[in-house]
């Protein structure tokens, strides 16, 4: 390590699978952060909706992902691999959130670094897109600092708080070598 500051950072936090002993936690954190995640997102708040949420974690098209701190193993946040697609597409789309005590420390920043490496070279995939609400400034700059470029804009793209919402699509590519069919 030659001491640059993002390998620094890149100590603090792990990844790892959510699971059901994770629940009470999880739930903790979510309903504790419910005002930093309205409006943008909703996350499971009930063991009903954990338990749903767990169920499509362990699925083959979904990878549901805590961050922690290295100092504690704490939840930090999460962070979802959508709609994993194989074959020629290699592609997902990804759902973040950071816990309230953690937010604004660039943990998430971290995570989502790892998560890029592992979503690339352990998952194989080409493309991850993260869809995101025009005025959700934070999780825009969030991306930007991981080296993601806006493609577009994706009118009424999710259902989020009672309404369509447009969503800005940015993505991250990996320059891999042409696949062999």
């Known amino acids: 390590m030659n001491g640059s500051s993002s390998e620094r950072l890149a100590c603090r936090v792990y990844l790892r699978s959510v699971d059901k002993d994770d629940r009470s936690e999880f739930l903790k954190l979510m309903r504790l952060s419910q005002q930093l995640h309205h409006p943008w997102i909703s996350p499971p708040l009930t063991e009903a909706t954990f338990a749903a949420y767990l169920a ?23 962070i ?22 953690y937010a604004g420390q660039g943990l998430m920043r971290e995570g989502l670094e790892l998560v890029k490496g592992y979503a690339f070279y352990t ?46 699509r940015w993505t991250a590519l990996h320059d891999r070598p042409t696949l062999k069919s």
């Open 80 to 101: 979802n691999i959508n709609n994993i697609v194989r074959g020629s597409f290699l592609s997902a789309s990804l759902g973040y959130y950071a816990g309230a005590p």
């Open 123 to 168: 998952l194989g995939l080409h493309r991850l897109e993260a869809n995101i609400q025009p005025d959700n400034h934070r999780s825009i700059t969030l991306v930007q600092q991981c080296g993601f470029v806006r493609e577009g804009l994706s009118k009424s793209f999710l259902f989020i708080d009672g309404k369509w919402s447009d969503h800005e």
């Open 56 to 78: 499509r974690t362990r699925s083959d098209d979904h990878d549901g992902l805590l961050l922690c701190s290295k100092h504690d193993d704490a939840i930090i946040g999460v």
